[in-house]
């Protein structure tokens, strides 16, 4: 897959790629923790089926600061 990378002028920046994104990935490290925290059972009892090692397609958007925030995590 040819991962393309373009910026749109509201300095939002879109990436498509896949699975193994490094970002893609932070970000759903990001959202276990937060979905983790207001209801913990639930969370655990579906984790089994929330998997992405296989996941083909991505869409990674960024804005200018959040751009950097997740550069630094």
């Known amino acids: 897959m040819t991962k393309k990378t373009i ?3 509201q ?8 699975s193994e994104d490094g970002d893609f990935r ?8 937060y979905l983790d925290d207001p209801d913990r059972t639930a969370h655990s009892a579906c984790k089994t089926f929330n998997r992405i090692d296989t996941v083909r397609y991505v869409v990674v958007a960024y ?11």
Not at 11 to 18: D, E, G, H, L
Not at 26 to 33: A, C, F, N, P, S
């Open 7 to 9: 910026t749109i002028p």
């Open 63 to 73: 804005s200018a600061a959040e751009a950097s925030v997740l550069k630094r995590i």
């Open 26 to 33: 932070r970000l759903v490290e990001m959202l276990d923790v």
């Open 11 to 18: 300095m939002i920046t879109v990436k498509r790629t896949n």
